[in-house]
């Protein structure tokens, strides 16, 4: 059984109080109109591909003008729809192959195995571009392929592909948390598929009305849960592009918060942590960071000054090698400060290819890819790549991570490449 009778009494409430709201349910009625004529054109768009009448760079022209603007409903600009489509198409050299590939995989399934098993076949032909070493993980980031998939899926048949949208599958899953330890994205996909068809059937409601009830339950949520008493953040919903508020606390605080959450979640897919030696004394959420960290850093042969390491606000290691480093939330006069820790850390990492991530808000992503384009950095840029994560989204999705993540690699679907300046740029605005 999906929910225990218990927790379907709460689904029952919660969509009861749903429907007694008319301002969402009059927001529902104008999207679903606006849903269905943009629906028409995205089909009309894919069939075209998928019949053979354009190519893979014909389809993503069309798509990538027309997803900034109505076809956005569906979430589809963002860095797992069109970003993601343009780094394969870029990275990738074998274009026909990639075509061929996006043919099969775009189509609607019979069935949840077809589904699985295609969706599969593609996330291994991108682990398999990755593998020949000529190509990072960082510009293909295949974590992102369930919801580009799901939309187009969706698009073709919705009422049995729900998208893979993250405040969707934070509602299906607040409730019930994941347990399985092998649990991948596609496998997390299908999972959350099953338990939306469950919630369809058992309410007997389309799947639109369902995704709105689900968005709405989750921003519900969000409202009462969040009990800090700092002033607000905002956030946009994938729904309607309005602004949806939640507390982010600010400051110091906001970095202990950030700092204590990658600290659990590297401890939760089983790396050692190390968190920067000056914040052993503080804590969060009543668990104290001197705890929380490894006592020393196993790294006597590592020609990077130790004094050095010890700053850097969070380190990921395994069998005793940095596999991620996280700078979190610098002042903008410490921006600077952070990436030469960063860079310096990369230099001696050698072909360990260690992830070197800046955590700061989306504000000021530009400030840090003009940073990142001087001489100094671009030249490092080239061997050993920084990233960048938004508070915003660590801040959003970092708990639903913590909750189902099973490797290092679950994070990767909040990272942006400084290489996209222009697709960071659309997306801060």
Known sequence: MTWTDEQMDQWRLALRAYQEDKAAKAEMADLRISRHRVRQEIFQHLASFLEGQSTLQEFNILFQQQAHYDWNIFGVRGLSGGVFLNKLIKHIPHHEQLMREFRVALSVPEDAYQGQHWMQALMLFLEGTIATGQIRRSQLQPARLPFFLSVWWHIQDEEQWPRFVNTLRQSIFHE?????????????YFAFRERFLALKGYFGVSAW?????????????????????????????????????????????????????????????????????????????EESFQQLSIPALPLSGNRTPLVLLEKIAVLWLQKNEIIAAYEIDPKRSELVTSLLRLYDLGVTCGKR?????????????????????????????????????????????????????????????????????????????
């Open 176 to 188: 019930l948390p994941l347990t399985s330890s092998v649990l991948n994205q596609v496998e997390f």
């Open 209 to 285: 009305e369902l995704e709105h009830f689900l968005i709405w339950k989750e921003q519900e949520r969000r409202k009462y849960e969040r009990t800090s008493d700092n002033s607000e953040e905002e956030h946009i919903t994938p729904i309607s592009g309005k602004i949806q508020r939640w507390n982010l606390p600010h400051g110091q605080a906001r970095r202990l918060y950030l700092q204590w959450l990658l600290a659990k979640i590297g401890q939760k897919v089983g790396c050692q942590v190390w968190i920067a030696r000056q914040d052993h004394e503080k804590s969060w959420n």
């Open 353 to 429: 290819q260690s992830q070197l991530c800046l955590v700061l808000p989306k504000q000021q992503f530009k400030q840090a890819c003009q940073e990142l384009a001087h001489p100094l950095f671009r030249q490092q840029q080239e061997k050993q790549r920084c990233v960048l994560m938004s508070v915003e989204d660590l801040a959003s999705q970092g708990e639903h991570i913590l909750r189902w993540a099973t490797s290092p690699s679950a994070i990767e679907n909040l990272l942006f490449d400084p290489e996209y300046t222009q697709e960071l740029s659309s997306e801060i605005e």
